[in-house]
């Protein structure tokens, strides 16, 4: 076992490092932007998801805000 031998596997080590340092980052990117989407994603639709519609008079509105409007039967009377 000479010099060589250890100077190869010097090489080897730090290429091995350089490559998964740049995998882990690159992964961490990729999950970084894909959060980003998946929250862009969450809060456009998040509104219109969560809208109800009156059976009677078909307005929209947050669930837990449920207003009467001026319909006898509206079921949020
Ligand atoms: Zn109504």
Do not use: H, W
Not at 32 to 37: D, G, K, M, T
Not at 48 to 75: H, L, N, W
């Amino acid at each position: 076992m000479g010099a060589g031998f250890l100077v190869v596997l010097a090489i080897l080590a730090v290429a091995y490092f350089a490559i998964r340092g740049r995998a882990i980052r690159f992964r961490e990117q990729l999950q970084e932007a894909l959060r980003r989407a998946t929250e862009r994603t969450a809060t456009n639709q998040l509104p219109m998801e969560d809208m109800i519609k009156c059976p009677t008079c078909g307005t929209y509105s947050a669930p837990g805000q449920q207003r009467a409007c001026d319909r006898v039967d509206c079921p949020y009377r």
